[in-house]
T-cell receptor, first 112, second 122 residues
Framework: QQQVKQSPQSLIVQKGGISIINCAYE??????FPWYQQFPGKGPALLIA?????SEKKEGRFTISFNKSAKQFSLHIMDSQPGDSATYFC???????????FGAGTRLFVKA | DTGVSQDPRHKITKRGQNVTFRCDPI?????LYWYRQTLGQGPEFLTY????????KSRLLSDRFSAERPKGSFSTLEIQRTEQGDSAMYLC????????????????????FGPGTRLTVL
């Protein structure tokens, strides 16, 4: 049951470039959409999150764009750095949010 | 250390053996979750606790799996009669969740993950 679809599976970006990762969801009951960053051997770490009452949220170099009508949201990493090389997961949860549904992940590699 | 901790970090066992993992959440967090992550995939929800009550279990959690959170603090996940298909990273997360009357702020389910326990079943 793939309720959150993530693309691309992998991404290579030049240092200083923009990394864009996309996600689509099916369940309109979802109301919380976080992005997680995971380095090898570590647990996922919350990067940034958005609620559906806003269309964009920016924190430093990271921006989430949210399109409620299309049921899509994306992560933009501006001025990508080699240290951003990691796996990124989009996710979604419902009100009362007990479990979080994760996408399959995007492996980002930023070339120096 | 104020983060989520898990023990052990790695476990190698033979098929048919029982294993137990421990998770210590962030101290003031009332919710605790277990997820399983296989290579190249996102974490999959297994179960969660609100305080000491186990409120939901995924269909992924077969009868060989049991989780407890006896005092609403740390939690254990036990797998009995391990199978090779159980090999995965087992992740624990915790969150502070609540809607407080009289306040306009609703605390959403921001989950903080531990480093995981890597299980290898031979």
């Amino acid at each position: 049951q793939q309720q959150v679809k993530q693309s691309p599976q992998s991404l290579i970006v030049q240092k200083g470039g923009i990394s864009i990762i996309n996600c689509a969801y099916e369940n309109t009951a979802f109301d919380y959409f976080p992005w997680y960053q995971q380095f090898p051997g570590k647990g996922p770490a919350l990067l940034i999150a958005i609620r559906p009452d806003v269309s964009e949220k920016k924190e430093g170099r990271f921006t989430i764009s949210f399109n409620k009508s299309a049921k899509q949201f994306s992560l933009h990493i501006m001025d990508s750095q080699p240290g951003d090389s990691a796996t990124y997961f989009c996710a979604a949860s419902k009100p009362g949010g007990f479990k979080t549904i994760f996408g399959a992940g995007t492996r980002l590699f930023v070339k120096a | 250390d104020t983060g989520v901790s898990q023990d052990p970090r790695h476990k190698i066992t033979k098929r048919g053996q029982n294993v137990t993992f421990r998770c210590d959440p962030i101290s003031e967090h009332n919710r605790l979750y277990w997820y399983r992550q296989t290579l190249g995939q996102g974490p999959e929800f297994l179960t969660y606790f609100q305080n000491e009550a186990q409120l939901e279990k995924s269909r992924l959690l077969s009868d060989r799996f049991s989780a407890e959170r006896p005092k609403g603090s740390f939690s254990t996940l036990e797998i009995q009669r391990t199978e090779q298909g159980d090999s995965a990273m087992y992740l624990c997360a915790s969150s502070l969740w609540g809607r407080f009357r009289g306040q306009t702020t609703i605390i959403y389910n921001e989950q903080f993950f531990g480093p995981g326990t890597r299980l290898t079943v031979l």
